[in-house]
């Protein structure tokens, strides 16, 4: 049974930053991307960013790029989103999304997920 748990949402002012964390465990796949999406009030989920754990490669939305990286740590199997210069429409349930990959096949992982976490709230506010 897959799981993943998200940490490190809060409070945080406009301009500021935040590290998100989320570790994954009991994938039925080794060939895997991991990454987040959020979704605010009234709006739709939105892919944030995802890298596949083999080789590291990236994807990132544009409201983000820039300002956020994301990264892992395969021995934790933990992705990390580092959130910098964050903005008020950054707001929102960050959710961490894992999909199983196929060779040869481009990763999808900023519009869809196989598994989910439960989600984190970030809230930039003065």
């Known amino acids: 049974q897959v799981q993943l748990v998200e940490s490190g949402g809060g409070l945080v002012q406009p301009g500021g930053s935040l590290r998100l964390s989320c570790a994954g465990s009991?994938?039925?796949?080794?060939?895997?991307?991991m990454g987040w999406f959020r979704q605010a009030p009234g709006r739709k989920r939105e892919g944030v960013g995802c890298?596949?754990?083999?080789?590291?490669?990236?994807y990132y939305g544009d409201s983000v790029k820039g300002r956020f990286t994301i990264s892992k740590d395969n021995d934790k199997n933990t992705v990390y989103l580092q959130m910098n210069n964050l903005k008020e429409e950054d707001t929102g349930v960050y959710y961490c999304?894992?999909?199983?990959?196929?060779?040869?096949?481009?990763?999808?992982?900023?519009?869809?997920?196989?598994?989910w976490g439960r989600g984190t709230q970030v809230t930039v506010s003065s």
């Open positions: 999304s894992g999909e199983s990959l196929v060779e040869g096949i481009t990763p999808t992982c900023l519009t869809r997920g196989d598994f």
């Open positions: 009991g994938f039925p796949y080794a060939h895997i991307a």
């Open positions: 890298i596949v754990m083999r080789d590291g490669t990236t």
